[in-house]
């Protein structure tokens, strides 16, 4: 509610922005300047001067966006970019792509030319508003600067409730020069009217997915991205430790349940552990929480789990049933439908029987005495494994970011992450988001390790923003693994085009990454040998300054194991004969 001590105050629209965005607890905000949105850098100089918010300058837009998002991912809080007009707010498209596909509460502002110049090809006038309205959950063009409060406060409210998402607020110019009479919005007062995602789950169908845990005797637990931005880690610790039921993880979902606990399977999926692969083919009951089933993991759909009965639970109702059918739906918040969930089964007095699954969960650990990952150790070099291995010793808590490609599934392969503490785009596969993600996510944890895992093709993508480290001196260590390739294409075209290698050799071109982290000011170490490996790696995490840590690793390492496109989750490429 307002605050009746507050009077009505005489401001700009720019003003009226941020005074609202800090009411949001906004702190950090990731952004570019340009001309349509030079009133609102105004009032961001004053509020720094202040000392009540924290600018960053990234060196590109995308930067700005998927600073935000990794601020995000990292807090469990909004994520707030800025951009200009034009190019500025194109450049944003890429990383609200990234956070739509990835459902990470961003809020996107943008300047825009002044209304009156709205619709005639003025100079740096692009429909913004239109252009994104597909990789967002809602957008707004101001056009009244006395809506500015409402609308923060609705794309606050938009942009992190039921599944969460990137909201874009477009604001001409003459909208933040504009005078008016300002009434603050507070958090939480505003409501629209039409947006009432489903929190609690029905009671029927969580009695009905009691009664399918009840029968099991190979039951899963298939955990995603959903339950990281539900919080939702604890309840699922319960549940699998109540019942016995093993738990395998989405890439998005790292971390939602103790990656060390011996019930936890690793990722599955196209490079997800055998184990996982094997026990999603063969188990009798599916509890998918906070998934999607996205082909990366569950291929055709209907041929995945094909012999389980199928419980999904999630906080959006079009993903339920969309390609898997389901046995029991439940729409809702994954942690209040895992807590009602449980506090039912205590009423109705189940009690885990660890017999009863006991058998699956002997079947398991054989499989993954049988078909454990791989860790090769080339007397030529250093392999990839090796790297993440040693990295996982060292910092095993620490936050890390990853870009896309090999070395990202060898990263979720290897590293055992705790909640919120993994980062990477999963629906988009946006290579470039590592080293702007660990700005936005060592900006938001200032006193934890952050890790940026990259590879030469991908850390080029964005690297600008090295100078984005320099200036604020941001401590992130990037750990790149330079095999000299696109691998991930390369790997494809190993396996599926007959050795025809277009377009993917980096040999020629790349830079000597050490070399140009010192001309950005910062520290580069480049390890070739495999007896400096753990020494450099102790080395970049001595201190809390940005450092470049460039691996060569052996070139033609392959990640497995993996499913070829259209191949049933156990019929995997790679596994020991």
């Known amino acids: 509610m307002q605050n009746p001590k507050e009077a ?67 807090t469990g809080k909004v994520g707030v970019c800025l951009a200009t007009s034009g190019p500025g707010a194109t450049n944003l498209v890429t990383g609200l792509a990234t956070a739509y596909m990835d459902s990470v509460p961003v809020v ?25 309205l597909p990789i967002v959950k809602h957008s707004y063009l101001v056009r009244d600067p006395a809506d500015l409060p409402r609308v923060v406060a609705e794309a606050f409210h938009l942009a992190g409730s039921g599944r969460p998402g990137p909201v874009l607020i477009d604001i001409p110019k003459d909208v933040g020069n504009d005078p008016i009479d300002y009434t603050p919005v507070e958090p939480g007062t505003v409501r629209r009217t039409g947006y009432r995602p489903t929190v609690r789950g029905n009671p029927r169908q969580i009695n009905q997915a009691l009664q399918l845990i009840s029968e099991a005797k190979k039951p899963l637990l298939y955990v995603g991205g959903g339950a990281i931005m539900a919080a939702a880690h604890p309840e699922i610790a319960e549940l699998a430790d109540k019942f016995q039921i093993p738990v395998t993880t989405t890439l998005m979902g790292k971390g939602a349940f103790d990656e060390n606990h011996p019930l936890a399977l690793g990722m599955l999926g196209m490079h997800g552990t055998a184990y996982a692969n094997f026990a999603v083919s063969e188990c009798d009951l599916l509890i998918a929480v906070g998934v999607r089933f996205d082909d990366r993991v569950a291929g055709t759909g209907e041929k995945f789990a094909h012999d389980a009965k199928v419980i999904h639970i999630d906080i959006d109702p079009a993903e339920v049933g969309k390609n898997r ?65 040693e990295l996982a010793r060292q910092a095993p808590d620490a936050f890390y970011t990853t870009d896309v490609g090999q070395h990202q599934m060898w990263a979720a392969q290897f590293l055992k992450n705790g909640p919120r503490r993994w980062m990477t785009s999963g629906g988009l596969g946006t290579m470039g988001y590592g080293l702007p993600a660990a700005v936005g996510v060592k900006v938001a944890q200032p006193d934890d390790a952050v890790i940026c895992i990259s590879g030469d093709g991908s850390f080029q993508m964005n690297m600008q923003e090295l100078g984005t480290l320099a200036q604020y001196g941001i401590g992130v260590k990037v750990v790149i693994l330079n095999n000299g390739w696109l691998g991930m294409v390369r790997q494809w075209q190993h396996l599926f085009y007959s050795d025809r290698y277009e377009a993917t050799n980096l040999e020629e071109g790349t830079p000597e990454f050490a070399r140009l982290a010192d001309v950005y000011g910062i520290e580069g170490i480049t390890v070739r040998r495999r007896e400096d490996l753990q020494g450099a790696i102790a080395q970049i995490l001595s201190h809390n300054r940005p450092v470049i840590l460039d691996v060569r690793v052996t070139r033609n390492e392959d990640c497995y194991p993996m499913i070829a496109p259209g191949h049933d989750n156990r019929d995997m490429m790679g596994l020991p004969s």
């Open 8 to 74: 009505i105050q005489r401001v700009t629209g720019a003003f009226a922005l941020i005074d609202s965005l800090k009411r949001h607890g906004v702190q950090h905000i990731f952004g570019y300047p340009g001309g349509a949105n030079l009133p609102i850098y105004d009032e961001i100089y004053r509020a720094e001067q202040a000392g009540e918010l924290k600018h960053i300058l990234v060196r590109h837009e995308q930067g700005a966006a998927h600073a935000a998002d990794g601020y995000a991912r990292a």
């Open 108 to 132: 996107a502002i943008t300047g825009q030319v002044p209304r009156g110049a709205l619709g005639t090809d003025a100079f740096q006038e692009i429909d913004i508003f239109g252009i994104t």
């Open 325 to 389: 059918t389901t046995d029991v739906p439940i729409v809702g918040d994954v942690r209040q439908v895992l807590g009602d969930l449980l506090q039912r089964s205590h009423q109705l007095g189940m009690e885990g029987k660890p017999e009863q699954t006991r058998e699956w969960c002997d079947r398991i650990k054989e499989w993954r005495s049988d078909y454990p990952l791989d860790v090769p150790q080339p007397e030529d070099g250093i392999s990839p494994q090796e790297v993440l291995v």
